[in-house]
Structures are given as structure tokens and as C-alpha cells.
């Protein structure tokens, strides 16, 4: 997958967001899209709140979605792009997926501390750790346009928005 080819994924997953959730950051507007190929898989948004679900992040629900439509729940060689780093959650569920590429948009560092769970696990750690010497995670591809949809991490977020707190 090139570099170019990259940026069209998650081109295509930056305006899967803002069609489905638009721009402000409270209604955590995060898609991921799965590729296989040159082909997409599936895509899907966050709905946590919309269905009450926590493990309703996008890239779970790209990921059932993506099984579903494979018919396996194993997508081996498959890349999921994702409009902002995926947290603990979403990249144990890619490794039980299979993918082989984790490709995100912006980064921890981009957004605000409140989108993820732990102060010194990252999810680079998760795939170092994991019994899977064949998955690759990247990020930074759109960065900049991908975090403009987020918290960044000099805003001042009610604690009644914060998933962490
Ligand atoms: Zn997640």
C-alpha cells in the first residue's frame, strides 16, 4: 500500500466521519474503514453513546462489520484505518482480527489525554507485546485534518465529557 494510497483511505475515513457525525468534537466523530486489497471491506463510525455500548468504538464496529460481510472473523492481510490512534480495546480487536496493518490518523499526542485509558501503556507497546510478530501500526497520515474533529489537548473538557475520567 503506498503512501498515496494511504491517504486516500483515510481521506475517505476523515468524510465518513463528518457525513455521520459532523464536526464537533462531543459527538466523537471517529471512523475507521477496513481494506483488503484495493477493495473496502467495511467502515463504521463510534456509537458508544448512541447505543449505550462502550465497546462501540469505530474500529469494532468496522471490524464486525468487516467479518460479517468476509465471512471469517479473521481478515488476514487486511489494513484498518482509523481517524485517530485506536486505543487498548480496538487494537487487541485487530490482532484477534487478523489485520496486518493498523494505519491511524492523529495521533495520541494530538488530542486531548481524555481519549485514552492509561497514562503509560500505548498501543505500540500492545503490538510489541502481542504473539504477532506481523502487524505493522502506523500513524500520522492526515494527522493534522484528523485531529481538527477532536479535543485537542490544550482544551478545557467538562469532566462529564471525559470517557476516562
Ligand atoms: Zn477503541
Same mark, same amino acid.
Given at each position: 500500500?503506498?503512501?498515496?494510497?494511504?491517504?486516500?483511505?483515510?481521506?475517505?475515513?476523515?468524510?465518513?466521519?463528518?457525513?455521520?457525525?459532523?464536526?464537533?468534537?462531543?459527538?466523537?466523530?471517529?471512523?475507521?474503514?477496513?481494506?483488503?486489497?484495493?477493495?473496502?471491506?467495511?467502515?463504521?463510525?463510534?456509537?458508544?453513546?448512541?447505543?449505550?455500548?462502550?465497546?462501540?468504538?469505530?474500529?469494532?464496529?468496522?471490524?464486525?462489520?468487516?467479518?460479517?460481510?468476509?465471512?471469517?472473523?479473521?481478515?488476514?492481510?487486511?489494513?484498518?484505518?482509523?481517524?485517530?490512534?485506536?486505543?487498548?480495546?480496538?487494537?487487541?480487536?485487530?490482532?484477534? *482480527?487478523?489485520?496486518?496493518?493498523?494505519? +491511524?490518523?492523529?495521533?495520541? =499526542? &494530538? %488530542?486531548? @489525554?481524555?481519549?485514552?485509558?492509561?497514562?503509560?501503556?500505548?498501543?505500540?507497546?500492545?503490538?510489541?507485546?502481542?504473539?504477532?510478530?506481523?502487524?505493522?501500526?502506523?500513524?500520522?497520515?492526515? *494527522?493534522?485534518?484528523?485531529?481538527?474533529? +477532536?479535543?485537542?489537548?490544550? =482544551? &478545557? %473538557?467538562? @469532566?462529564?465529557?471525559?470517557?476516562?475520567?
Amino acid at each position: 500500500m503506498s503512501k498515496a494510497d494511504d491517504e486516500k483511505w483515510m481521506r475517505a475515513a476523515f468524510e465518513h466521519a463528518v457525513a455521520e457525525k459532523g464536526t464537533d468534537p462531543s459527538d466523537t466523530p471517529i471512523a475507521a474503514i477496513l481494506v483488503l486489497g484495493d477493495k473496502e471491506i467495511a467502515r463504521g463510525v463510534n456509537h458508544t453513546a448512541e447505543c449505550c455500548d462502550a465497546t462501540a468504538h469505530a474500529e469494532v464496529v468496522t471490524l464486525r462489520a468487516g467479518g460479517a460481510a468476509y465471512g471469517d472473523m479473521r481478515i488476514e492481510g487486511a489494513t484498518l484505518y482509523s481517524t485517530l490512534q485506536p486505543c487498548g480495546m480496538c487494537t487487541f480487536a485487530s490482532i484477534w *482480527a487478523g489485520v496486518s496493518r493498523i494505519v +491511524y490518523g492523529a495521533g495520541r =499526542d &494530538d %488530542v486531548h @489525554e481524555m481519549y485514552f485509558e492509561d497514562r503509560h501503556l500505548s498501543t505500540l507497546d500492545f503490538v510489541a507485546d502481542a504473539y504477532k510478530d506481523d502487524l505493522t501500526l502506523e500513524g500520522g497520515v492526515l *494527522a493534522d485534518e484528523c485531529a481538527q474533529l +477532536y479535543f485537542r489537548p490544550w =482544551d &478545557d %473538557v467538562p @469532566e462529564d465529557q471525559q470517557a476516562n475520567d
